[in-house]
């Protein structure tokens, strides 16, 4: 099976996503930022607001549109109430970044096996996989920036501008402001100029990198048309919007400077391995290449650094982070397979054992969630546990099996093969821990009166209701609508929220939809997902 893999990189990674992702990642609810892409899909298909893009009717300039754009070419051809085809989009960059890894190794010069390994690296890396949800436009801003990082690194080492590489290098570059603005530009693409500079030095001479200048300014300008054209077209919005971003770069979620220094973790199962691997005097000797590691090396630093600068720090944005670290990663691990077999001090051994004797224990012992979960895990969630228990046992006994006879190539497949259960097989099953009291819009369709709200009603509520939500209180007081009945959502428990409408309306209360999959009694249990409807009708 490996042999088959190795023989179709690209494809094995591609294939893995999908197989990994595409079938099941509808079982996670929809974050607060998938949300917010997701209504301003709906309303460019709805309203026709594709250039002044908006959420529930108003002006949304936070982020470009480009990935908004693409989400709801995929709600066009699918449905917008279909979160599997939304999530797809996010879904088919993540491969790219794995697909994008695996070139660019390849044009560091290592063995294909070895490139396809870092591939899989960053493709099994917890936040990379974590981001594609928790913040979407992330996937698409670093995705399209390594590819044209990619035909950049082409353009550095052959000293020439040949038109092709160029214009993708431009068209990469310009995606990738599209899509979130210089953030790429910041945390991907300068850190590795500064790295590929200590690494490889420059090439080409000054009208070479002249030219490559005018390349990057031409791929900013040609990304940046988006903001010159709102600029233009709403500068009052535009600007309240941008001073108010801008100041959370100082302002909000500071952290202190060392806030990111245990980034390695946010790799998951690759943690230790990720430690091991930033342990420059210890690997140096080790690698297989030592100028390709060197480069991977700064990257990953560098990328640190240039974060840690920043004052507003939150963990996913590690997430470019992970991707020089992977290929950073591939060099502990291919150095593993080379060796292992030959390694006798423990201090090399130990950590080795530990790592994927962990990941073994794990999948083997899986099947014991069943004694905490025998109450909930029945019907179509009971077949899917013991599959999943069945094939993760399996899993875990090989790499025991393979780790003791220190073929640590095996192990490592396994390793992903340990992952593609998870979530091919074992993802759905988070299903049925959705808490008694949950209640969606799904059958409010069938409610013909019209739906307000007069308090601040999340996005993912907005998107689960499908349409939007206007709000009838503003600073002078309340909206009065024109229709005999409607109906009112709000986060207050009791009608007193709405007292100014008695006078009018009698108020009745209908029900509470709780969009929280989690119990009550959990860390992840949001009471901003709590929201109370009443029925207004004139007196």
Do not use: C
């Amino acid at each position: 099976m490996i042999k088959v893999i190795e023989k179709y990189p690209i494809l094995s990674l591609l294939l893995f996503v999908i197989v990994m992702l595409g079938f099941t990642i509808d079982s996670i609810p929809v974050t607060i930022m998938e949300a917010r892409n997701f209504i301003s899909a709906r309303e460019m298909l709805t309203d026709d607001n594709w250039i002044l893009t908006t959420m529930n009717g108003e002006a949304r300039y936070q982020k470009p549109p480009l990935p908004t754009w693409i989400t709801a070419v995929f709600g066009y051809l699918f449905g917008m109430k279909s979160v599997l085809a939304l999530r797809w989009p996010a879904l088919l960059f993540l491969a790219s970044i794995g697909i994008s890894t695996y070139l660019l190794s390849k044009k560091l010069e290592l063995t294909k096996s070895h490139s396809l390994i870092n591939g899989f690296i960053v493709l099994t890396s917890f936040y990379v996989i974590g981001i594609t949800i928790e913040a979407p436009w992330d996937i698409y801003t670093h995705g399209f920036m390594l590819m044209a990082l990619y035909q950049l690194f082409l353009m550095f080492q052959d000293g020439k501008t040949p038109i092709t590489h160029s214009l993708l290098f431009v068209l990469f570059l310009a995606g990738s402001v599209l899509s979130k603005g210089p953030i790429s530009l910041y945390a991907l693409f300068l850190p590795f100029i500064i790295a590929y500079g200590i690494a490889f030095k420059f090439k080409g001479g000054a009208l070479h990198n002249l030219k490559l200048f005018s390349l990057l300014i031409f791929g900013i300008v040609l990304g940046g048309w988006w903001y010159f054209h709102v600029r233009v077209a709403d500068p009052e919005t535009f600007t309240a919007i941008t001073e108010r971003e801008t100041s959370n770069w100082s302002s909000y979620n500071v952290r202190p400077f060392y806030y990111y220094w245990s980034f390695f973790v946010q790799s998951g199962i690759w943690t230790i391995p990720a430690f091991i691997s930033l342990l420059y005097p210890y690997l140096k000797s080790r690698v297989s290449n030592l100028k390709a590691y060197r480069f991977s090396f700064y990257w990953t630093i560098f990328a640190v650094v240039l974060l840690s600068i920043i004052p507003e720090k939150k963990s996913r944005y590690l997430m470019p982070v992970l991707i020089p670290l992977a290929i950073n990663i591939g060099f502990y691990i291919e150095y593993l397979i080379r060796e292992f077999k030959n390694l006798k001090a423990k201090k090399e051994t130990i950590p080795v054992y530990f790592q994927f004797g962990l990941i073994a224990s794990i999948a083997s012992l899986f099947w014991a969630v069943w004694f905490f979960s025998s109450s909930i895990l029945t019907g179509e969630a009971l077949i899917r546990f013991i599959i999943t228990a069945i094939v993760l046992l399996i899993n875990g006994l090989l790499i025991f099996k393979n780790l003791k006879n220190k073929n640590i190539k095996n192990v490592f497949y396994l390793v992903v093969g340990f992952m593609l259960t998870m979530g091919l097989i074992g993802l759905p099953i988070s299903k049925v821990h959705i808490q008694e009291d949950y209640k969606d819009f799904s059958g409010f369709e069938t409610i013909n009166s019209p739906l307000y709200r007069i308090e601040g009603i999340e996005p993912e509520t907005i998107y689960n209701y499908g349409d939007k939500i206007t709000n009838i209180k503003t600073e002078e007081g309340f909206l009065i609508p024109n229709e005999l009945e409607f109906y009112i959502l709000t986060k207050g428990t009791d009608p007193k929220t709405i007292d100014e409408l008695s006078a009018y309306y009698n108020i009745e209360f209908i029900a509470t939809y709780d969009l929280n999959t989690a119990s009550k009694d959990s860390r992840s249990y949001r009471t901003r997902l709590v929201n109370q409807l009443y029925r207004l009708t004139r007196k």
